[in-house]
């Protein structure tokens, strides 16, 4: 990401990396995109997923997007797996991001992979790097 924002054509993007338990966005933003971690939200002591959320949706413009990306668990089960297999369930993340105010605006299915049985480790051998993701795109109207 740091090459890409590097790069003279992308001007006008920033990264930032920061602890999410002293999460401080820019003002104004037209994206905030978090991959593979939003199950951690979960487990930072003495911060609630909802704090985060607030914040992401205070930092975008109107009309900005929050994509969020992540590694499925098993449907129905919350986010049960967010400490011990980190995963997600698509459904959680879908009631606690328009709970912050957003507006569910798309998802795709391009990392899905229904052969992964949502049971091991995403650091596992066996599953490590073909695990079943999905990918949401949330609105600030």
């Known amino acids: 990401m740091q090459a890409i924002a ?5 001007g006008n993007v920033s ?4 602890r999410a338990a ?3 966005l820019p003002q104004g933003a037209d994206v ?5 971690n939003y199950h951690d939200f979960h487990n930072i002591p003495d911060v609630e997923v ?3 959320n607030r914040a992401v949706f205070a930092a975008l413009k109107s009309g900005g997007a929050y994509l969020v990306l992540d590694h499925a668990a098993e449907a ?8 011990t297999l980190h995963r997600i369930d698509e459904e ?4 606690e991001v328009p709970a912050a105010g957003f507006k569910l605006a798309g998802e795709s299915d391009i990392l899905h992979n229904k052969s992964d049985p949502h049971t091991a480790k995403v650091f596992d051998p066996e599953i490590r790097g073909h695990t079943d993701q999905f ?4 609105k600030k109207p």
């Open 6 to 10: 590097a790069d003279p054509h992308y």
């Open 15 to 18: 990264v930032e990396l920061q």
């Open 22 to 24: 002293e999460l401080k």
């Open 32 to 36: 905030v995109w978090t991959s593979q």
């Open 50 to 52: 909802a704090t985060i």
């Open 76 to 83: 129905g089960s919350g986010p049960r797996d967010t400490s």
């Open 92 to 95: 959680t993340v879908k009631t």
């Open 135 to 138: 990918v949401l795109k949330f």
